[in-house]
């Protein structure tokens, strides 16, 4: 799986996104906590669920139908002032939906051995997408060794990356329009 670093990278960054130029920082922290989760179904292996059913890791909680059970409760809690199904309604659900399902969508990305049961609880079928390209993040009680660094440099590559480019384009061309002289007076030949 990704590590959870990058599921709340993904999670502010796509809050963000959703909701420029003004994006609040609740919102922000909101989706944080909504891209990390699904990765809560840790708590089914503890119970003794085994790994590939519903309630184990990867199962009902990376589903689709989950992402649009907790995004509609998350909405109705954030925006209680909000007429139901009106546009900002809608935005807000839908963003919210949108970020628990990447978690989903992330860990279809990796090399781990455990796909992601993304129609449960209609289909059990566990799915990967044919291009894997982040490694297994090691469990809490591993994180701190090499290979943790190998994957997360990885997942700094792959997700971190090109999503901040993406997310902050406007504040990284501003800072670049801030430090580089202006160019008017310099002539071409």
Request: aromatic share 18%; hydrophobic share 50%.
């Amino acid at each position: 799986m990704p590590s959870s670093f990058t599921h709340a990278f993904v999670g502010g960054a796509l809050g963000k996104v959703c909701f420029e130029p003004k994006t609040s920082r609740r919102i922000i922290l909101i989706t944080i906590f909504l891209g990390v989760m699904p990765d809560f179904d840790v708590v089914g292996n503890w119970l003794g669920a085994g790994p590939n059913s519903m309630l184990g890791h990867r199962g009902i909680t990376h589903s689709l139908f989950f992402a649009a059970i907790v995004g509609a409760i998350a909405t109705k809690v954030v925006a209680r002032e909000l007429p139901r199904f009106s546009r900002r309604w809608w935005r807000l659900y839908l963003t919210f939906s949108f970020v628990i399902a990447s978690h989903a969508f992330l860990d279809m990305f990796n090399y781990g051995n455990l796909g992601v049961a993304l129609f449960a609880p209609f289909d059990d079928t566990r799915y990967f997408f044919p291009i894997r390209l982040i490694v297994d993040a090691p469990r809490v009680e591993y994180f701190i060794q090499w290979r943790t660094l190998y994957a997360l440099a990885f997942e700094v590559t792959f997700v971190w990356t090109p999503l901040a480019l993406y997310t902050w384009r406007g504040e990284i061309f501003g800072w670049f329009a801030d430090v580089l002289p202006e160019t008017d007076s310099v002539q071409y030949s």
